[in-house]
């Protein structure tokens, strides 16, 4: 089985995650001022913390990537950090 294939396999099934674990989380959304801070205010309801999420603008500026990493301890806790982030205006997608 190719490592590729691995990864695949363990984002559709939870049993193969170990929590905690180190968790990067991403969001792609429109480059509107703040939305980051948006973002990390959902992650910080359900973990508290103190996080700096790296901000990449797309190449012609009207989306940003959100990256923020943080320790994550159960897959519903990321599922329902899912679920709030996309509901923020901006966001179109999470990764």
């Known amino acids: 089985m190719s490592d590729n ?3 695949n396999n363990q984002e559709h099934n939870p049993d193969l995650w170990e929590f905690p674990c180190q968790f990067l989380f991403k969001a ?4 509107v001022e703040g939305v980051e801070n948006d973002i990390v205010a959902v992650i910080q309801q ?3 913390g103190d996080y700096s999420p790296k901000v990449s603008p797309s190449r012609n500026g009207n989306y ?3 990256s923020v990493t943080f320790m994550a301890t159960s897959k519903e806790q990321l599922d ?3 679920v709030e982030v996309n509901k ?3 966001v179109k997608f999470c990764l």
């Open 5 to 7: 294939t691995q990864d």
């Open 28 to 31: 792609m959304a429109h480059a």
């Open 46 to 48: 359900h973990i508290p």
């Open 64 to 66: 940003v990537a959100v």
């Open 80 to 82: 329902q950090i899912y």
């Open 88 to 90: 923020i205006e901006h």
